[in-house]
């Protein structure tokens, strides 16, 4: 079925520490990926995007890493700031498609 | 100005009411969404609608019928609604398929 991340783990970091985000997604023809970050009460923000021609694409303190050959996605957030406190989507969007298939979440908690 | 916006914010009602969610965007976009979020934020796609047409449905039940008078509308509703169909739902649009989806602020709905 599909599938893009199985859990809601929460991550714990120190405030000014490095945050790496993960998530597995099951569709090898899926061509377009994108994190969202969602505060609580709020939609899902987008955040960083990439298509399947790139491995890295970095934006301001974000940095999204694709690896095809596993089917993996990361998001690596430097010096984590309290602001970025939230729960962290993955999605993914099949070639062709409309569709964006969603991951469980990652909730990011930054300590002070 | 709100790029995706969703009313109501807050629904409350009783079983076998019908209910309906409205959703305006003013990106310009050519495509809408209708997602909903669990108790345990899974996000889970329910439609996708391309310049008005229907182009994706998700083994919604037919209880849930969207309706799209334009290109800048997807509104939702439901019919007979049970306690199962409690969740946030949320509006999103997308200038097409090769670009990010914009969300509105979710729908927070409770049936009682």
Known sequence: GESVGLHLPTLSVQEGDNSIINC??????SDYF????????????????????????????VTVLLNKTVKHLSLQIAATQPGDSAVYFCAERGSGTYKYIFGTGTRLKVLA | D??????????????GNDKSIKCEQNLGHDTMYWYKQDSKKFLKIMFSYNNKELIINETVPNRFSPKSP???????????????????????????SHTEAFFGQGTRLTVV
């Open chain 1, 34 to 61: 994108i994190w969202y970050k969602q505060e609580s009460g709020k939609g899902p923000q987008f955040i960083i995007d990439i298509r399947s021609n790139m491995d890295k694409r970095q934006g301001q303190r």
């Open chain 2, 70 to 96: 334009d290109k800048a509308h997807l509104n939702l509703h439901i019919n007979s609604l049970e306690l199962g169909d409690s969740a946030v739902y949320f509006c999103a649009s997308s200038q097409d």
């Open chain 1, 24 to 29: 597995a997604y099951s569709n090898s023809a």
């Open chain 2, 2 to 15: 709100t790029a995706v916006s969703q009313t109501p914010k807050y629904l409350v009602t009783q079983m």
